[in-house]
Nanobody, 114 residues
Framework: QVQLAESGGGLVQAGGSLRLSCAAS????????MGWYRQGPGKQREFVAS???????NYADSVKGRFTISRDNAKNSAYLQMNSLKTEDTAVYLC????????WGQGTQVTVSS
């Protein structure tokens, strides 16, 4: 069992930055990867970024070069640094962890104004 606590969302103007945090607790020894999906208004949930236990990363094409995912294994946490934000980045961002099964955080709202 893994529990996720997600934070860092907010309201920013286009071109601004936010940093999301996701802290895992429980059976953290089993974590293989962490990352984020997002769901914008009127859109389906889409993959954003992931980071595996060896530090390898993957990004959606829409965020490459703007978002950076990182991980602090000692703190069982992942971070998503979001720069050069665009209005189309507006969404609920959902942290996930692969730890035997798939676990989800509660989501945090990111709103980017023009």
């Amino acid at each position: 069992q893994v529990q996720l606590a997600e934070s860092g969302g907010g309201l920013v103007q286009a071109g601004g930055s936010l940093r999301l945090s996701c802290a895992a607790s429980g059976n953290t020894f089993s974590i293989r990867s962490m990352g984020w999906y997002r769901q914008g208004p009127g859109k389906q949930r889409e993959f954003v970024a992931s980071i595996s236990s060896d530090g390898s990363t993957n990004y959606a094409d829409s965020v490459k070069g703007r978002f950076t995912i990182s991980r602090d294994n000692a703190k069982n946490s992942a971070y998503l640094q979001m720069n050069s934000l665009k209005t189309e980045d507006t969404a609920v961002y959902l942290c996930y962890v692969v730890a035997g099964g798939l676990y989800w955080g509660q989501g945090t709202q990111v709103t980017v104004s023009s």
